[in-house]
């Protein structure tokens, strides 16, 4: 018995010890001022670069899954490639123009032929000097479906051919507007062709030319990238170390910003916005975002096979009402189904804006009597699906339409409406420049994304012109009455685009930051004061 | 002994088989996305069937299940659909973090609650057990995610002692560990209360007293190992809890555990890691309560006697 | 002897007789001031879960939303304020009591009956019985009820069924454990061998002796397992497979209000005031009742 | 009287339960002397046990007070005594043995260890020599000593017993209670366990208070009695004197009830009534209600005890007349 005892005696003295211990590392060189200064830790330690701090820490909503640009489309992940590799042209977060960097120049010789003229200057961070070759074996790989999952993306590339070291030619099916901007995205990362061939490098995907390098990827805790030393550019990365900190809980994201264990917090809870603005320490930067929220009605099956029907729901919805509910009015309405802020939006159209009396008529002239239909409404766990939902739920419930809703993991919301098992579901889409990732992706016949399963032969020629149309004014003419005519069939109601809401240190510079959150870190640093 | 510990190690066998069959079956019947999971939003049709057949979803829930135990037998897990790493491994590297994790949490708890226990014992029915009562009470009716943001607001943020989540070092363990030890000090500290109530009206208590033991001695010496049997039970039920109990504090601290790894791949259908990583629960499951078994009979004589003769 | 009896005062003797076991523990129990407490604050939540509907509209006031009133902090209009949807959370709380009663007492009552049975026979006859039931317990036990409750949703839906379904399983796991042990403890006492000796058949003697006598740790696990039942709906909701939305569950309330913690605390904070109270109120009655039901602290 | 080891003068316990006031002891007033045995006997509820607890001062203290009274141990008061000197006292000046062997030792701990512990904490030696000592108390007390690892539960009541004597004798203490030490064995170890402490107790010139129902045994091993009911003393004296010349009706109402070997067919009469309820004690004398021989005074004050004899004293009105006799001895 007295063994008991004493080992219990010893786990106390120990855990004392570690409380205790713990207590004094901090309190000697913790922060003085008031609230949640930078103190503690690897914080307010000065890196190899005179006035910048170490580390630079991100705390981010959710863990990374994958390594390899090609295997994977989710923007957690891309905004890892943006710091350790670097594309053809690359996209401005002002204009939302492709500007050059891996390629000097470019021009469409013909219809079907993009020219590019290639740096001569750049290498990998592993010394190897960039050429075409690179090039070619980076999109020959990206085509294929067996090595890579973003093939659909080039769909329109018939083959990218090496007219010199540093020029390469794409040919394409046909002309197309969005063809630049694909090749912009992170999963299209210029990877380097030696690494491949070297087959003793068993990843050889993390060699790029970016102005950070992979270091160590510990599951659920961080991911670290180290600064780059051999950049070709004249402008390298500051922080000594860039490290992403998956903190699921939005309240925990918070609290380590204010504590100053990260330095920036990804998707701060707007509630908690106020709160943070009064913290001295922090800076709360809020700007129009890109990702649009829709609720949609799957089109091909009753009861929304009924367009009538599908305008008596839009008109039910209360947009105002639901910005202010979930977003604390940190959001914009619109009425049309391209985001806000993408070329050629335009929302001037008559619509189907919150009218109770007309959605009862609608609804009546649809054929369905007051408290006759029920629906299923298919959403995402998680905010802020489960705080619109309930607000739906009572629009329609106004109406007489009853609304069941029902709660999945996202992955298997996107396979439901996949497959059509749905009636109404709520989702949203990201789009900063490409007009197709609209018209084709969301609303052409049998394209995967459709989740609204919408099939009408007039959008499918209008997306593939808009595509293809050289000429500005008429391609936004097309886009407008594409964008008339897709409100009045209404596949969906879009109801808000949601403002992008940052927290991060106030000493931090070098931000690029865009509205949907594909953020590029790479020139980003905390300056010591 | 060692004949009953071999037969209950024997026993284990079963157990994992039954409990493979149980979850691979519950994850098949939970349905959703797996390949859905694994692929981007835009990959094709193509793409989507090609990868199913790969991971071979197609076949008869039997063959899949078959293979999958093919593959045990080897000891081969399988990998993550979510994040390609070895099953065995991922569960391994995060098995040391939660038994840390659940380890202090425990500690914290018998701190708090065997006193706590013993002092609403010997008080009983006056303010001071009621008071005592509640505050034992005060951990388990508050929910953990929410003791824990208030801790993390007080300590981490306002008076910055500590820091807020993560894992690199010991004084990251307190704050997760206070917040699940709390927890878990109410059952202890009830079955600490009932124990004590029982033991001290004991004759044996009299002799031992009539002895010339001072009243400490008897409350803790004689009282306290006869106690210990109910007690070594709550905190062997409240250990394996713990395992897979604490996802949601994990997830408040950020603190890669085992809870965690199978909330979150529950989440993502990632059936390989759910299905693995739910075995080696129950294996250490077992071996916890094993343990917890033998130390009945190191604290109880006449238990021993009965797992001895019955071989 | 029979005159001698006789020759006692009447007074005293009928004073005892009357008194059956019940009559005596409920006596005792009023003694006690914590489960006097306790009672009074149980039988209230009763009527309150009874009374919902008649005190409020269901549809109006309490899954009917006004943007306009959204998250009031508590005044003299609201008790405990209004949440994101203007939706009042006392009224809410109130209503919802039969929702979480059910939950934490439905699967409670469930897993106490099957963990009972198992527990006891496992106990009582140990060898093969009592290694199968406690690996199965082993099992279920390393299953979360996160899983149970995600697959049995998915075969009968969001339900509050499924949900007591899939916290009762985890409960009978904690029951079946602690009855294991005290019937181990207390088969080896006489009064339990003197049973035999009259010849009972085992079924009674674990109905009439041996689980009366290992009342005292099930009390203490029912009235821990029913709050911590109620909370688990909360994470499980958190997850999507709890109760159905708008369902006004103490557990959802408290997760949905988990955003708000530190701007709008109150709709986080009164329904976990209102479980934490409940989990008191049923751990001092069971406290209360485990001392009157002790034979043995009769003073 | 000559040297008294222990002096009780008009001790006074109550039990404060939830259902009222238990008077288990009112006034009582005992001494033993050195080296001598003194029989407590009475019914059960008389306050035996809780006399033998007094002198240890282990009355449980929640519901149990002591209101009064002094025990004077070596000439000690134990109701003065701080815990440390009460701590020192047990085990080692005076010991218990109790009655119920099968539950008075820790079914956890090794018998040896409990013999042990005893002896450790007055003579301060390491357990390890402790442990020797308590072979040698097994052996004393008629056990193997290889038994001493061994756990209670793997003895018999009988064993249990001589165990539970060794703890008591471990530290040689010079007074010893024993409350009702063979009740709970059948006849044939009862008379083992007799034999056992009498020659224990000369050997080691001990003075114990024997706390007792069964008359028989008093007569075996004692030299005084103490007839005790309802939580006083009745009547005390040398057995001789108690036995022959009982002057006390309730203790003839004990003798008459009590089979008798030589006159087989002798009709056995039982003490009418019943024991008093201890929440509502009758006034004057305890005993009256029941008393064959009770009168008019008996009912007004309590008697007190005065001397009829040698060493032999009694608690009865009846004998303001000094010629009052008993029926029993009325040739005495």
């Known amino acids: 018995m007295k063994r008991i005892l004493a080992m219990l005696l010893a786990l106390v003295m120990v855990f004392a010890l570690v409380a205790c211990g713990g207590n004094n590392s901090t309190t000697n060189n913790g922060g003085s001022t008031s609230g949640g200064s930078t103190s503690g830790g690897s914080k307010g330690e000065e890196g190899s670069i005179p006035g910048v701090q170490k580390t630079l820490t991100i705390g981010i909503a959710s863990d990374i899954n994958e390594l390899d640009p090609q295997q994977q489309n989710d923007q957690i992940n891309n905004n890892c490639f943006a710091l350790t590799h670097q594309t053809l042209v690359f996209l401005t977060n002002d204009t939302n123009e492709q500007v050059p960097c891996l390629a000097e120049s470019w021009e469409w010789t013909d219809d079907t032929h993009l020219v590019f003229k290639l740096v001569q200057n750049a290498c990998f961070s592993d010394g190897t000097p960039f050429n075409a070759d690179d090039v070619v074996f980076t999109y020959q790989k990206a085509m294929d479906p067996e090595r890579s999952a973003v093939a659909a993306t080039l769909s ?105 264990d990260i330095d920036v917090c990804i998707d701060p809870p707007i509630n908690e916005l106020s709160i943070l603005q009064e913290d001295a320490n922090v800076t709360v930067h809020n700007q129009a975002g890109t990702r649009l929220f829709y609720l949609g009605f799957n089109c091909a099956k009753e009861p929304f096979d009924n367009q009538t029907l599908r305008q008596a729901i839009a008109c039910a919805i209360n947009r105002e009402e639901i910005i202010n509910g979930v977003l604390d009015g940190y959001g914009q309405p619109q009425t049309t189904v391209v985001n806000r802020g993408v070329w050629s939006f335009y929302d001037d159209m008559e619509g189907f804006d919150y009218d109770v009396d007309r959605a009862k008529q609608l609804l009546s002239e649809a054929g369905y009597s007051e408290g006759e239909l029920t629906v299923d409404l298919y959403i995402s766990n998680g905010s802020p699906y489960t705080s619109i939902a309930p607000m739906i739920q009572e629009y329609l419930r106004v109406i007489g339409v009853t609304v069941n809703i029902q709660q999945f993991d996202e992955a298997t919301l996107k396979s439901e409406c996949q497959s059509g098992n749905q009636q109404m579901f709520l989702w949203r889409w990201n789009v900063i420049d490409r007009l197709d990732e609209i018209y084709t992706e969301l609303f052409s016949t049998d394209y995967p994304t459709n989740y609204h399963h919408y099939s009408d032969s007039y959008v499918d020629e209008m997306a593939v012109k808009v595509l293809t149309e050289k000429d500005k004014d008429t391609r936004l003419q097309l886009s407008q009455d594409l964008q008339t005519y897709l409100v009045e069939a209404c596949p969906q109601v879009p109801l808000y685009v949601a403002d992008l809401v940052i927290a991060y240190n106030k000493n931090l510079q070098g931000t690029y930051l865009f509205g949907g959150g594909n953020h590029n870190w790479s020139w980003a640093y905390v300056a010591l004061d | 002994m060692i004949r009953y510990v071999l037969k209950r190690l024997l026993f284990m066998i079963p157990t994992i088989l039954l409990t493979s069959l149980i979850i691979y079956w519950a994850m098949d019947l939970a349905g959703g996305d797996v390949v859905g999971n694994m692929l981007p939003e835009n990959a094709t049709q193509e793409q989507r069937d090609a990868l199913t057949e790969e991971l071979g979803l197609n076949d008869p829930f039997v063959v899949r299940y078959a293979r999958y135990m093919a593959g045990l037998v080897t000891g081969d897990m399988g990998v993550s659909y979510k994040t390609g790493k070895d099953v065995f491994k991922t569960f391994m590297e995060r098995l040391p973090m939660t038994l840390a994790l659940g380890g202090t949490a425990l500690i914290v708890a018998c701190i708090i609650s065997i006193p706590l226990g013993i002092y609403t014992a010997l008080n009983q029915n006056t303010w001071k057990d009621t008071t005592g009562m509640v ?177 | 002897m029979s005159e001698m009896s006789k020759a006692v005062s009447t007074e005293n003797l009928n004073e005892y007789k009357g008194r059956s076991l019940a009559q005596e523990t409920w006596r005792r129990l009023l003694k006690n001031k914590g489960a006097v407490v306790g009672m009074i604050f149980m039988v209230l939540l009763l009527i309150l879960a009874l009374s919902g509907d008649f005190l409020y509209d269901y549809d109006t006031e309490i899954i009917g939303m006004n943007m ?51 527990g006891s026979l496992a106990g009582f006859y140990g060898g093969m019985w009592d290694q199968l039931v406690m690996r199965a317990n082993d099992i279920l036990y390393s299953i979360p009820n996160i899983m149970l409750a995600v697959v049995i949703v998915q075969v009968l839906g969001t339900s509050v069924l499924s949900l007591v379904i899939a916290l009762s399983i985890s409960s009978a796991t904690s029951f079946a454990k602690i009855t294991r042990a005290a019937v181990m403890t207390i088969r080896g006492q006489e009064y339990v061998e003197s049973a035999y000796a009259m010849g009972l058949p085992t079924w009674k003697i674990i109905l009439r002796h041996i689980i009366p006598n290992c009342l005292s740790p099930i009390i203490v696990q029912v009235t821990l397992a029913i709050g911590s039942n109620i909370i688990a709906a909360s994470s499980l909701s958190f997850l999507g497979v709890g109760v159905p939305i708008p369902t006004p569950e103490w557990g959802t309330m408290l997760s949905d209000g988990r955003q708000f913690i530190r701007s709008e605390p109150w709709m986080c904070v009164f329904p976990g005031i209102a479980i934490m109270l409940t989990v008191l109120a049923l751990n001092l009655m069971g406290d209360g009742l485990r001392d009157a039901l002790d034979p043995k602290l009769k003073r | 009287m000559s040297e008294n080891i222990l002096e009780i003068k008009d001790l006074v316990v109550h039990f404060e339960t939830d259902d009222g006031c238990v008077k288990a002891i009112n006034g009582l007033t005992l001494s033993v002397g050195k080296e001598k045995t003194l029989g407590l006997v009475g019914e059960t509820g008389a306050g035996k046990t809780t006399t033998a607890l007094s002198i240890l001062n282990l009355v449980p203290s929640p519901p149990g007070v002591i209101k009064g009274g002094s025990i004077e141990l070596d000439g000690k008061d134990v109701l003065q005594m701080s815990d440390k000197e009460l701590e020192h006292m047990r085990g080692n000046d005076v010991a218990m043995i109790f009655q119920d062997p099968m539950t008075a030792l820790n079914p956890v701990l090794t018998v040896g260890e409990q013999i042990a512990e005893s002896i450790m904490l007055h003579e301060h030696i390491p357990m390890k020599d402790a442990f020797e000592r308590a072979k040698e108390m097994l052996k004393m007390v008629g056990i193997a000593e290889g038994r001493a690892y061994d756990y209670p539960h793997q003895f018999s009541g009988g064993m249990r017993q001589r165990v539970v004597i060794a703890i008591a004798l471990a530290c040689q203490p010079n007074f010893l209670i024993a409350d009702e030490p063979t009740t709970a064995l059948d006849v044939t170890i009862q008379a083992q366990v007799l034999d056992l402490m009498k020659d224990l107790i000369n050997k080691n010139h001990m003075s114990m208070l024997l706390i007792t129902h069964d008359l028989g045994v008093v007569a075996e091993v004692c030299n005084d009695v103490a007839v005790m009911y309802a939580g006083r003393i009745v009547e005390i004296g040398t057995t001789d004197e108690v036995f022959n010349s009982t002057r006390h009706p309730y203790t003839e109402g004990l003798f008459d009830s009590l089979p008798n070997l030589k006159e087989q067919g002798e009709e056995l009469v039982p003490i009418k009534g019943m024991m008093p309820d201890p929440m509502r004690l009758p006034e004057g004398c305890t005993f009256a209600p029941r008393c064959p021989y009770a009168t008019e005074a008996c009912t007004q004050t309590v008697p007190e005890l005065r001397q009829v004899g040698g060493t032999h004293y009694v608690a009865c009105h009846a004998y303001d007349d000094p010629s009052f006799r008993l029926r029993r001895n009325a040739n005495g």
């Not at chain 1, 999963?187 to 690494?195: D, M, Q, R, V």
């Not at chain 1, 060699?207 to 180290?226: A, C």
């Not at chain 2, 790894?261 to 993502?268: A, C, G, K, R, T």
């Open chain 1, 156 to 260: 329109l590339v018939e083959s990218v051919n090496k007219i010199d070291d540093y020029t390469v030619e794409f040919v394409t099916k046909s002309y197309s507007n969005e063809l630049l901007s694909v090749l912009a995205g992170y999963p299209l990362s210029i990877l380097s062709k030696e690494a491949y061939d070297d087959t003793s490098n068993e990843q050889p995907y993390l060699i790029g030319t970016g102005r950070y390098v992979f270091k160590e990827w510990k599951e659920g805790q961080s991911v670290t990238f180290v600064r780059n030393e051999n950049f070709w550019g004249d402008d390298p990365g500051q922080a000594d170390e860039i490290i992403f900190k998956p903190i699921l809980e939005s309240a925990s994201r918070v609290a380590a910003l204010q504590s100053g």
């Open chain 2, 135 to 311: 505050f034992a009470l005060f951990g388990v009716s508050m929910p953990n995610f929410w003791l824990g943001l208030m801790l993390m607001l007080i300590f981490a943020v306002k008076l910055n002692w500590l820091p807020s989540q993560g894992a690199d070092g010991p004084k990251y363990l307190v704050l997760p560990a206070l917040t699940v030890g709390l927890g878990l000090a109410a059952l202890i500290t009830r079955t600490t209360r009932s124990a004590m109530l029982d033991v001290i009206r004991q004759d044996y208590m009299t002799t031992a007293k009539a002895k010339g033991a001072s009243h400490r001695r008897v409350i803790y010496y004689h009282g306290l190992k006869n106690a210990m049997i109910p007690i070594v039970t709550a905190i062997g039920m409240q250990f394996s809890l713990v395992m897979t109990g604490s996802a949601l504090a994990e997830v408040v601290f950020s603190w890669p555990g085992i809870g965690r790894l199978v909330f979150e791949s529950i989440d993502s259908r990632d059936i390989p890691m759910v299905t693995g990583s739910i075995i080696l629960c129950c294996v250490l499951m077992s071996i916890i309560n094993l343990i917890v078994d033998l130390i009945y009979a190191f604290l109880d004589p006449r238990i021993k006697a009965q797992y001895s003769n019955k071989g």
């Open chain 3, 68 to 118: 306009s009133e959204a998250r009031l902090a508590p005044s003299a209009e609201h008790f405990f304020g209004t949440d994101q949807l203007g939706r009042d959370v006392f009224s809410r709380i109130v209503y919802g009591t039969r929702y979480s009663l059910i939950i934490g007492v439905g699967s409670v009552a469930v897993g106490l009956i099957v963990g009972l049975i198992t």
